[in-house]
């Protein structure tokens, strides 16, 4: 029995490092390998038995049960929801891994195990746990900060000191308009950027940031973030150029008259002084130079993603590009989960259907992450500039969605190739029941509903 063996294209260091491993899906008691081969497994022995066998990233809907099961050994990691997203063992040749499918946004079947590996085939950086595995894999091989032995160096990571816990407070996620909500319309456009989140994280502040006192201007930075008072004197006509997060953590992008008080960098400023508003700058944040550190991580995602196999690992890109977006908002820690103490004040882990579970939550200082919360609020915003910039460009804007500008007739722009680019869809007549939602002849997409699993 052979199994698997990685392409001979890949670099060696990736072909010595994966070829100890398989990439497996756990169905029941059933262990199924992607080369076709299969066993049962009664119990959590059994399945060691087989993991020093084979040490392999095992994929299964029973992540549960079996970290319920598995022994004193493993080292159990869970979600910040105290979901459990991972059980490791190591073995005597690897540490085997248990993943639960929904890190793929997938469920188990042999077609998606098949996905999988045509995505790290189609990638050559091995195979990896989950879509932030990927990323880094993927970032890691491109990234051109590095020393003798390959290992990243982070002196171009943008420093959270003193503005972390303020970026995290203000940030805001992908921008969401609907100005259609409720209505019906017989031919439905959208236009969807390229890779925008890649797009965007070509340019990013980077270095310690400089503290900005009211009233003063912040000679030689590139970019800044400060609480600005926007007063917007007239209504809008189009749509707001600008977030604003309510006491209970809506967000909305304003167009009525009246002041506002909001966190912004200071190229939605400069949007917001377009569109006619007047805004004043109080504290804040500078930063004094830009990295381009991540653009070929970026170039090689859009390439990637363009010449994918199939649709469905053009799909598993897409989510380890999201994936990155998450890794830069991660605060500095881990989540471990440890068997459960009546006296220990933590959390419980939960279960599927939010059943505790006999283990508590136990967070610990992870050393080597940097925090990157400012790339993250960074990248976000840009995206909303540019899809804010898109839908000014067009007439009957029915909604925008993240990184998407949807109108009620054909849209004046022509489709560009590339990052920072889109592509033109026409969805056909369609409805807009909610925001982000949409029922066409050419989609569907209903958030907050739940639909059958795919096979």
């Keep these: 029995m052979t199994g698997w063996s990685p392409p001979a294209s890949w670099p060696v260091r990736i072909r010595k490092a994966t070829k100890l491993h398989q990439l497996a899906s756990l169905d029941g008691q059933t262990l199924t390998w992607a080369d076709g081969d299969s066993v049962v497994v009664a119990d959590w022995a059994s399945l060691v038995e087989e993991l020093e066998r084979r040490p392999s990233i095992v994929l299964t809907n029973d992540i549960d049960r079996w970290a319920a099961t598995a022994g004193p050994e493993v080292l159990i990691s869970t979600a910040k929801d105290t979901r459990i997203v991972s059980v490791a063992r190591r073995g005597r040749r690897a540490t085997s891994r248990l993943i639960p499918w929904s890190a793929w946004s997938m469920k188990g079947a042999a077609g998606n195990l098949l996905t999988l590996q045509q995505t790290f085939e189609h990638c050559g950086v091995g195979l990896q746990a989950t ?3 990927l990323w880094q894999a993927l970032m890691g091989a491109t990234y051109p900060y590095q020393d003798e032995q390959g290992r990243v160096t982070w002196r171009q990571l943008p420093s959270g000191d003193g503005c972390d816990k303020v970026l995290r407070a203000s940030v805001v996620g992908g921008r969401v308009d609907t100005p259609g909500e409720g209505q019906t319309f017989d031919d439905i456009w959208e236009i969807d950027l390229n890779n925008a989140y890649a797009s965007a994280a070509r340019k990013l502040p980077t270095g310690k940031p400089r503290v900005i006192a009211e009233g003063v201007v912040a000679e030689g930075a590139v970019t800044t973030y400060r609480q600005c008072v926007i007063t917007i004197p007239r209504k809008l006509s189009g749509l707001g150029p600008f977030p604003l997060r309510d006491r209970v ?11 506002y008080t909001a966190w912004l960098w200071r190229e939605t400023v400069e949007d917001c002084r ?58 500095p820690t881990r ?23 006999p283990l508590d939550v136990r967070e610990e200082r992870a050393t080597g992450m940097a925090p990157m919360a400012p790339w993250y609020s960074y990248i976000m915003a840009s995206t909303a500039r540019q899809v804010w910039a898109l839908a000014g460009e067009q007439e009957n804007v029915i909604y925008t969605n993240f990184d998407a500008v949807a109108v009620a007739q054909r849209p004046t722009a022509e489709p560009r190739e590339g990052l920072g680019g889109w592509k033109i869809v026409c969805l056909g007549k369609g409805t807009i029941p909610y925001p982000r939602a949409i029922v066409s002849d050419g989609k569907t997409r209903l958030p907050g509903v739940r639909r059958p699993a795919p096979p």
């Design 249 to 259: 953590g809506k967000v909305c992008y304003p167009t009525e008259a009246g002041t």
């Design 335 to 357: 989540k471990r989960a440890v068997p459960h103490e009546k006296a220990s004040g933590l959390p419980m882990v939960l279960a599927e259907g939010g059943m505790p579970m």
């Design 131 to 133: 879509p932030a595995t």
């Design 274 to 331: 377009k569109a006619g508003c007047h805004v004043e700058e109080r504290t804040g944040w500078a930063w004094m130079e830009w990295t381009d550190c991540l653009s070929p991580w970026a170039e090689r995602m859009d390439t990637l993603r363009s010449t994918a196999p199939n649709p469905d690992v053009a799909r598993v890109l897409k989510l380890s590009i999201v994936a990155a977006l998450g890794r830069f908002f991660m605060k």
